[in-house]
């Protein structure tokens, strides 16, 4: 409503799966080493992946994984190893950074983790409803109608990124010893 943007309602168009794969190994999301611009262009014009984590699915089979990579242009055995290297380590990255590079509307590094905090795991926050969304500091009826809606768009997401061998960590407890009123006890009557 009060925003100015133009989009593409096309939800298979080949810019848009660019961008989000972009986004998914950028470095405010999973930082994965080696998805560049360059890259990304040839995996979406090879039509393999329809979603970003998707590419996941290369670390199934490595090998196979490892003769895709390999056959892209400017795609040498060794970056194709680095590449599947930097991937096996983002399936273990925090859930903050998972939450974000899904790269659902309105929910950014901050809320992300926000949102990660109050669920620690995917299947937490699939299984919320907009009423412990909104439960969230900073999250408010948008945020959580454009979380509900993602996760309406995809309800295997959890259970097929577990089948992908990703276990997001999950955040760490914060350490309350350092606020100002920890320790203390307050009565009111």
């Not at 925003?3 to 999301?29: D, Y």
């Not at 997401?157 to 009123?181: K, S």
Request: charged share 20%.
């Amino acid at each position: 409503d009060a925003e100015v943007a133009i989009r593409c309602l096309n939800p298979e168009c080949p810019a848009k799966l660019a961008a989000r794969l972009l986004h998914f190994g950028g470095r405010s999301a999973l930082d994965i080493e080696g998805l560049g611009e360059a890259l990304v262009e040839q995996v979406v014009a090879s039509n393999r992946f329809q979603q970003p984590w998707e590419l996941f699915s290369l670390l199934q089979e490595p090998l196979l994984g490892l003769a895709y990579l390999s056959g892209l242009d400017r795609m040498a055995e060794k970056s194709a190893q680095n590449l599947l290297q930097a991937l096996d380590a983002a399936r273990r990255k925090p859930l903050a950074r998972w939450i974000h590079a899904m790269g659902i509307p309105m929910v950014g590094a901050r809320t992300a983790e926000l949102l990660a905090e109050a669920h620690p795991t995917l299947e937490a926050l699939w299984a919320a409803d907009k009423q412990r969304l909104q439960a969230v500091e900073e999250v408010g009826p948008k945020v959580a109608a454009a979380l509900r809606a993602f996760v309406a768009l995809h309800p295997e997401l959890p259970a097929r990124l577990a089948d992908l061998g990703v276990r997001p960590a999950p955040p760490a407890p914060r350490d309350l010893a350092g606020l100002p009123l920890s320790g203390e006890v307050a009565v009111v009557t």
